[in-house]
């Protein structure tokens, strides 16, 4: 049996001096720390989990290829469209940072987003780290955007993608 016990912590409490210092009081502050009850916090500790527990487990659908490859053309495009009003950042090398983006959310599509909820930080962290290894400009800015658009694209185009595979 184990015991939960929080303590309850009052605010401050002035408490004067007991010697003075020439002639002024020296002011102390306390804290008073009470605990609750044990038998009002007590806790049985399980080593087991209910069964009805151990059988609740949530499945993420798995990755659908089409809609990878038609997520990730889109993300391309709208990627190309977006960095192309940064020319003074990226340069010549627009292209080849989009296609390093675009490589890397492809992969991620097809591996592991599996629908809404699914949408994780890691490939757009990947795609920074890439960036910066083949000394590309605009690391940041490019995966910035990759990110914003992924979040406010992917799991609302998956919805639509499914519903109009439902009728």
Not at 86 to 107: L, P, W
Request: aromatic share 10%.
């Amino acid at each position: 049996m184990a015991s939960l016990c929080n303590p309850i912590l009052f605010p401050p409490t002035a408490i004067p001096a007991q010697t003075s210092i020439s002639g002024g009081s020296i002011l102390r502050t306390a804290f008073f720390v009470l605990h609750a009850p044990q038998t009002f916090l007590t806790a049985r500790i399980s080593p087991k989990a209910p069964k009805s527990v151990l059988g609740q487990k949530f499945v993420y659908p798995g990755a659908a290829p089409d809609f990878a490859a038609v997520e990730t053309q889109r993300f391309k495009v709208e990627l190309l469209k977006e960095l192309s009003k940064e020319k003074e950042t990226f340069g010549s090398d627009i292209r080849t940072v989009v296609n390093v983006c675009a490589e890397i959310f492809s992969e991620f599509m097809h591996k592991d987003y599996g629908g809404p909820g699914t949408l994780v930080i890691e490939p757009f962290s990947n795609m920074m780290i890439a960036l910066n290894e083949k000394n590309l400009p605009g690391a940041p800015l490019a995966t910035r955007a990759s990110l914003l658009w992924a979040q406010n694209h992917v799991d609302q185009d998956w919805e639509d993608w499914h519903s109009k595979l439902r009728k």
